[in-house]
């Protein structure tokens, strides 16, 4: 049986496993899940994730979820180029440093901007209160910041000389809000020479065709069926609003 990924590109996360297997060789079967039409919560999506979360990959009998489980699994599993996840002790640990922060440091705020700005107004019809827009963009830009000086600092790529699996987080979770019209490199002359770093090492093709939804999201919402998401929307104002 060849290996399954259930990914939906509109989620960072799915994105970066994407990328990494793409980049990698990895020969894959691509099953795409709708997170935003509810597809996660089918039977038969419970039986490879009862977590109800994408991605998640199947290798047989073996069903795995979250992206960062899913990403080392791969490289151990297909030996991939060492850079990703690195051998050396003090390159493992600052790839892992950065794992470790990621989540509640940046997906949180580049996720939580996405919504304010696109989906809560555009799709879900209510107003967005300038408080809460204010210190979710102040929280985003103290995130990016600690990304341009702790995180990459003086070096080319976050773990020193070459690119590896926290580079590939990171470029996903930031490209997030630019989906939602949102240009966080204007004025961020180091991020944004990071970002061409990684773009260049992923190459602009693969990169572009994992980010051609993202960033079409404020056309795509203007034909979205606003139904489908009522049944989160109470959730959903519960988290950001």
Not at 205 to 230: R, T
Request: proline residues 4%.
């Amino acid at each position: 049986m060849a290996l399954e990924m259930y990914l939906d590109l509109f989620s960072q996360p799915c994105r970066s496993v994407y990328i990494f297997a793409k980049k990698n060789n990895i020969p894959f079967d691509l099953k795409t899940v709708s997170l935003l039409e509810g597809e996660q919560y089918g039977e038969e999506f419970g039986k490879i994730n009862m977590m109800r979360k994408a991605p998640a990959i199947r290798d047989g009998e073996f069903c795995l979820a979250e992206s960062i489980a899913i990403m080392k699994y791969l490289a151990e599993k297909y030996k991939t180029s060492d850079h990703w996840y690195p051998a050396d002790l003090q390159k493992r640990a600052r790839v892992n440093e950065y794992l470790s922060w990621q989540h509640m440091g940046i997906r949180m705020h580049g996720s939580k901007m996405f919504w304010l700005r696109l989906l809560i107004p555009k799709i879900m019809g209510v107003e967005v209160p300038k408080d809460k827009m204010d210190g979710a963009l102040e929280d985003l830009e103290g995130s990016l910041k600690l990304i341009e000086e702790k995180f990459i600092g003086d070096k080319p790529f976050i773990a020193g000389e070459q690119i590896s699996l926290a580079d590939l987080v990171a470029i996903v979770e930031i490209m997030q809000p630019v989906g939602s019209g949102l240009d966080v490199f204007e004025g961020r002359l180091k991020l944004s020479a990071w970002r061409d770093r990684v773009q260049a090492e992923i190459g602009k093709e693969l990169f572009d065709e994992a980010h051609q939804g993202i960033l079409a999201s404020q056309e795509m919402v203007k034909n979205m069926d606003s139904s489908k998401m009522q049944i989160f929307k109470p959730k959903i104002l519960k988290m950001f609003l």
